[in-house]
């Protein structure tokens, strides 16, 4: 959600007649140069700011500290915050970083060009944080990173509850956006060249179309005559997007247990279109730990659910997110997730340390699992999932897989690079002229997560989508 907000204010900042000069390093842990300024010739510093993990934020007051420093070089600069740092904080920010100028909600993007300008001629702090309404812009200003793949958000928010979450604190209640202003956006990406969009939300797959138009409504526009389509829910919206001439591929991220469905399934299974990754947050193994997390079902039944989803979609690669160490987590409710990893075989997991996240429910319970525990059972989750990927990942080797070329390797022009319909990434020899076009490509060696692969002919010519 954030890449896709950086670049709808990439792209309203670029209309504005702005340059966009560079990015952070996200590898970095500091910023070369600082001690005079990162980039001396910008006028404007923005961070798209995440609250998720505790660490994410630590990296952001880092960078403000260090961009005291460039402020003093640079007393002209602009520096400003957008992001969920904005809502989680809010006002508060200015008192402690003085050489903050701006702060830009998640619902307010579409103001950022207007609020700089009223930095630059006012010279004074400003902040624009709406409560209400839907954090998504549909805009043709957007400055896409690829040709051919888009981001496209179809909800923001989070009616669920899961107690260590800060997301309903700082995206708010779900709000959908109305399936035909979905589908007309995502035809209009179409046109303009995109091929492959992943459907974006907090909670993707309790998109709620209908509750989307009775908020048209309420805002006083006759859907009928805005052109709004009644869609339900989102397996529909999904079987809808699939209609889309020339749309070939659509993924989503991410969904909640609850909501995925058999109906959700069925629909996977019909349409080859829809990609072939699923990913489904378990967090945790132990039912005492899901019940103090909220998450609404059991260990038992989110394993039947994924039992389910692979009966109906046997190639689907399974993906997860795992907390290590969540308050009151024992030794044998570790083991409990050891063991669900090892039975669940997901092609991969997103593992990480909890940590508390102020406000949050979680916040009221005692992080009682001591760092170093915490630390280990990271360790032995991360190696587990290491070992399964490896061992899933080498099944694949030797197969033929139709692969959509999606771009140079930016490590080495003279490979592509493409994915699979189960979004397996793989890097194999051939001209530039595939990009854009679907090839059988042959997996033949792994290095880390990537495959390597050779085209499984000689194309003659590039296949036209
Ligand atoms: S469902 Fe996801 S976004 Fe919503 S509260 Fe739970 S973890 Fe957070």
């Known amino acids: 959600?954030?890449?896709?907000?950086?670049?709808?204010?990439?792209?309203?900042?670029?209309?504005?007649?702005?340059?966009?000069?560079?990015?952070?390093?996200?590898?970095?842990?500091?910023?070369?140069?600082?001690?005079?300024?990162?980039?001396?010739?910008?006028?404007?510093?923005?961070?798209?700011?995440?609250?998720?993990?505790?660490?994410?934020?630590?990296?952001?007051?880092?960078?403000?500290?260090?961009?005291?420093?460039?402020?003093?070089?640079?007393?002209?600069?602009?520096?400003?915050?957008?992001?969920?740092?904005?809502?989680?904080?809010?006002?508060?920010?200015?008192?402690?970083?003085?050489?903050?100028?701006?702060m830009v909600g998640t619902r307010n993007i579409s103001e950022l060009p207007a609020l700089i300008e009223e930095v630059r001629k006012e010279r004074k702090q400003v902040a624009r944080i709406k409560q209400e309404g839907i954090s998504i812009e549909y805009t043709d200003q957007i400055k896409r990173a690829g040709s051919y793949h888009a981001w496209l958000p179809v909800m923001t928010g989070c009616n669920k509850v899961c107690t260590f979450c800060i997301v309903p604190i700082t995206r708010g209640s779900e709000v959908s956006m109305p399936a035909r202003e979905v589908y007309r956006e995502?035809?209009?990406?179409?046109?303009?060249?995109?091929?492959?969009?992943?459907?974006?939300?907090?909670?993707?797959?309790?998109?709620?179309?209908?509750?989307?138009?009775?908020?048209?409504?309420?805002?006083?526009?006759?859907?009928?005559?805005?052109?709004?389509?009644?869609?339900?829910?989102?397996?529909?919206?999904?079987?809808?997007?699939?209609?889309?001439?020339?749309?070939?591929?659509?993924?989503?991220?991410?969904?909640?247990?609850?909501?995925?469905?058999?109906?959700?399934?069925?629909?996977?299974?019909?349409?080859?279109?829809?990609?072939?990754?699923?990913?489904?947050?378990?967090?945790?193994?132990?039912?005492?730990?899901?019940?103090?997390?909220?998450?609404?079902?059991?260990?038992?039944?989110f394993k039947q659910k994924i039992d389910s989803m692979r009966r109906w979609i046997p190639e689907i690669s399974v993906t997860t997110d795992i907390i290590a160490g969540f308050c009151g987590e024992t030794e044998q409710d570790h083991q409990d997730t050891l063991r669900a990893l090892g039975e669940l075989c997901f092609d991969d997991a997103y593992i990480y340390k909890y940590s508390t996240r102020p406000g949050t429910p979680a916040s009221k319970l005692a992080d009682d699992v001591p760092i170093s525990i915490k630390e280990q059972r990271n360790r032995e989750l991360l190696e587990l999932q290491k070992t399964i990927r490896q061992r899933n990942n080498e099944q694949l080797l030797g197969e033929t897989f139709e692969v959509f070329v999606e771009e140079i390797s930016p490590k080495d022009p003279s490979q592509l690079r493409g994915r699979t319909q189960a979004e397996k990434t793989v890097v194999f020899p051939g001209p530039q002229s595939l990009l854009g076009s679907f090839q059988k490509v042959k997996f033949r060696a792994l290095r880390h997560e990537t495959f390597l692969g050779i085209l499984e002919a000689e194309p003659a010519e590039k296949a036209h989508l």
């Open 186 to 301: 995502a035809s209009r990406l179409v046109d303009d060249g995109v091929r492959w969009i992943t459907l974006l939300g907090q909670n993707v797959n309790s998109y709620d179309g209908r509750k989307a138009e009775d908020g048209r409504r309420k805002e006083g526009q006759n859907p009928s005559a805005a052109g709004l389509h009644p869609s339900a829910a989102f397996p529909e919206l999904l079987d809808t997007l699939c209609q889309i001439e020339g749309l070939e591929r659509i993924s989503f991220t991410t969904s909640h247990p609850s909501d995925a469905t058999e109906e959700l399934y069925r629909v996977i299974a019909k349409n080859p279109k829809i990609s072939r990754r699923f990913h489904l947050p378990l967090q945790s193994g132990a039912n005492p730990v899901l019940k103090r997390m909220k998450r609404l079902h059991t260990y038992e039944e």
């Open 1 to 102: 959600m954030n890449m896709y907000d950086t670049e709808v204010a990439e792209g309203l900042l670029q209309n504005q007649g702005m340059q966009i000069l560079s990015s952070f390093d996200e590898t970095a842990g500091t910023l070369p140069g600082i001690a005079y300024s990162p980039f001396p010739e910008a006028d404007v510093i923005l961070m798209n700011t995440c609250s998720i993990r505790e660490h994410a934020e630590e990296r952001v007051f880092g960078r403000l500290g260090l961009l005291k420093e460039a402020k003093r070089v640079q007393p002209e600069l602009i520096i400003g915050l957008m992001g969920c740092m904005v809502e989680e904080h809010r006002e508060k920010l200015f008192q402690k970083y003085p050489h903050l100028d701006l």
